[in-house]
T-cell receptor
Framework: NAGVTQTPKFQVLKTGQSMTLQCAQD?????MYWYRQDPGMGLRLIYY???????DKGEVPNGYNVSRLNKREFSLRLESAAPSQTSVYFC????????????FGDGTRLSIL | AQSVTQLGSHVSVSEGALVLLRCNYS??????LFWYVQYPNQGLQLLLK??????LVKGINGFEAEFKKSETSFHLTKPSAHMSDAAEYFC?????????????FGAGTRLAVHP
């Protein structure tokens, strides 16, 4: 009964380092999403994957890349971390149709010094 | 462009009092609407969703929300607050159907419940 699993849960990076956040879902969902959460701003979509083999930019894609490795896994990569990317990152998945709710992981708390 | 406005970033109520969290949306087409709750250091959990079947939607933990098209609102209510309701609540909208749903979130309302 895992749902959406994110790793790691916490990470501290130095400016300029690279990092890949991992996400896996076991609900056989077609669509997956990466968000960042910052105080007072709700969740903002970074990238999404409507189905296996496709990815698209969301609201705040700059400085990030994604890979939809297979139907289960969707990773987020920071190539050269910046302090402005300090945030809590959430992965989510959904069945795909508009009325299907998204299911969220517990988040990755990322600090960049 | 679609947007969601949550009035009040912080709401404080007494235990046993009515909870009212406000959400207004803008959408050019009939939307799907969601309320999520986030407890400290956790991800978001679905409270309830509106998908045009009924305007009054009941969710988990005694929460409900009413869709009012004329007011473009989807306010969340609970008749009697419990200490365990203290959390952050997010309203979200998606105007799309089919293929995928890109949620647009409000900024969130942090609910405090005091004895």
């Amino acid at each position: 009964n895992a749902g959406v699993t994110q790793t790691p849960k916490f990470q501290v990076l130095k400016t300029g380092q690279s990092m890949t956040l991992q996400c896996a879902q076991d609900m056989n969902h077609n669509s997956m999403y990466w968000y960042r959460q910052d105080p007072g701003m709700g969740l903002r979509l970074i990238y999404y994957s409507a189905s296996e083999g496709t990815t698209d930019k969301g609201e705040v894609p700059n400085g990030y890349n994604v890979s939809r490795l297979n139907k289960r896994e969707f990773s987020l990569r920071l190539e050269s971390a910046a302090p402005s990317q300090t945030s809590v990152y959430f992965c989510a998945s959904s069945g795909g149709d508009g009325h299907q709710p998204q299911h969220f992981g517990d988040g990755t708390r990322l600090s960049i010094l | 462009a679609q947007s969601v406005t949550q009035l009040g970033s912080h709401v404080s109520v007494s235990e046993g009092a009515l909870v009212l969290l406000r959400c207004n949306y803008s959408s050019s087409v009939p939307p799907y609407l969601f309320w999520y709750v986030q407890y400290p250091n956790q991800g978001l959990q679905l409270l309830l969703k509106y998908t045009s079947a009924a305007t009054l939607v009941k969710g988990i933990n005694g929460f409900e929300a009413e869709f009012k098209k004329s007011e473009t609102s989807f306010h969340l209510t609970k008749p009697s607050a419990h200490m365990s309701d203290a959390a952050e609540y997010f309203c979200a909208v998606t105007p799309f159907s089919g293929g995928y749903n890109k949620l647009i979130f409000g900024a969130g309302t942090r609910l405090a419940v005091h004895p």
